[in-house]
């Protein structure tokens, strides 16, 4: 499971949002984004409201680009 793509895009998902020290913190985390918690403790609900990535070309994205990594605002595109 660790190998999953859809696992790589989980833990940068935490990373970018939960890591101030992540390359790319301050687009995310330092502008108040948040992971939800339901998915910041657990991959398998990541993915029973996501879904598998349809394909390598996907990736994830925030419907709001205000709002949070949580169930219904996000999708892959």
Known sequence: MIDAPEYRVWANIKQRCLN???????????????????????????????????????EIERINNDGNYEPGNVRWA
């Open 20 to 58: 101030s020290k992540a390359q790319f913190y301050e687009d995310y985390g330092g502008r108040g984004i948040k992971v939800c918690a339901r998915w910041r403790s657990s991959f398998e609900a990541f993915i029973a409201d996501v879904g598998p990535r349809p394909s390598p070309a996907h």
